[in-house]
């Protein structure tokens, strides 16, 4: 048994702005959760969904970092694919969609 098979892997993802970053598992768990009170304005259906929408994106960053430790561990690459495991390069052109989905900031001043 290698680390790879007992670590919870996570990875982080959040809003354009940073109001909302949530820390996913791979499976899509949801380990922490962080949210600036400005985005408590958009009632509790936004929030939610943007939440949902940030534990996707985590869950899939995690899974490709999943597929970085199999891959250093041997398994083929056919195997990963068989698995779902995406790649970082997949994971990261899918960041770049979603940028034209996700809202500027209504202002890059945080409050003090």
Sequence with gaps: MTDSDTTVVS???????G??????????????????ERELRYGGGALASTILQQCVRASAAA???????LAED???????DRLGLPTRAAVAAEANENLA?????TSWLKQV
Excluded: F, N
């Design 19 to 36: 109001s909302v970053t949530v820390r996913a598992t791979e499976l899509g768990l949801p380990i922490g959760i962080a949210i600036d």
């Design 101 to 105: 989905e996700d809202s500027a900031p």
């Design 74 to 80: 041997g398994v083929p690459a056919e195997v990963l």
């Design 11 to 17: 990875a982080v993802s959040g809003t354009r702005s």
């Design 63 to 69: 899974r490709a970092q999943r597929r970085a430790l």
